[in-house]
């Protein structure tokens, strides 16, 4: 990822399905505005418009979808 021409770090998403999908799967007790802002800058920098957040903590899935 680059800043007014500056490389400040890599983003790595940890799954993209068919290059269309970014695929985040968590272990965490409740999404948070930190989630959904990687996973908006994981699809600014792929250019692909759907992300969907998974957690594992829960007996039930729990999952958010994020559309750009």
Request: hydrophobic share 50%; no cysteine.
């Amino acid at each position: 990822m680059f800043y007014h021409g500056h490389e400040i770090g890599l983003l790595i998403p940890d799954m993209i399905v068919d290059d269309l999908v970014i695929v985040d799967p968590k272990v965490v007790t409740n999404f948070n505005d930190d989630h959904t802002a990687q996973m908006l800058g994981y699809l600014n920098i792929t250019e692909l418009r759907l992300a969907l957040l998974l957690n594992f903590k829960r007996a039930r899935l729990q999952w958010k979808r994020i559309v750009q």
